[in-house]
């Protein structure tokens, strides 16, 4: 039987950790990375988390493998990475990917409404205007 998105992202929950706001702003003050895996035009609509980093989860694997030409410096597998997208599914799935790729301290923080809710200080969506 052909796997459904349901179960996939199940799935990843099983293999990437939750983790809480408060816990993921004490783990950037000590160097891990917040990252926003959202698309570009949810970013522009919503803002982002201040202090997260931005790679969509389409070139999640394109910018994580250090051989790839499209590497991310801000990416590096001894380097905790905490994951936040709109709801948190797509955010396991690029933590399950992330582990799949030898990152071992990888976490999934759930949604950017989460970070919100918790007082997470946010950036405000773009003046679309400029």
């Not at 809480?20 to 919503?46: C, F, H, I, N």
Request: a negative charge.
């Amino acid at each position: 039987m052909p796997a459904k998105v349901k179960d996939l992202v199940e799935a990843a929950h099983k293999v990437v950790p939750g983790i809480a706001p408060q816990e993921a702003q004490k783990m950037m003050g000590e160097g891990a990375l917040l990252l926003d895996v959202r698309d570009g035009s949810e970013l522009a609509a919503t803002g982002s988390a201040v202090g997260a980093h931005h790679v969509p989860r389409g070139m999640l694997e394109f910018r994580a493998d250090p051989d790839s030409p499209l590497h991310d410096r801000e990416l590096r597998p001894d380097r905790p990475v905490v994951l936040y997208c709109a709801a948190g599914g797509r955010a396991a799935l690029a933590g399950q990917t992330l582990k799949e790729m030898g990152y071992a301290q990888v976490y999934n923080l759930g949604g950017f409404k989460d970070w919100q809710a918790a007082g997470g200080p946010v950036t405000g969506p773009l003046d679309p205007g400029m």
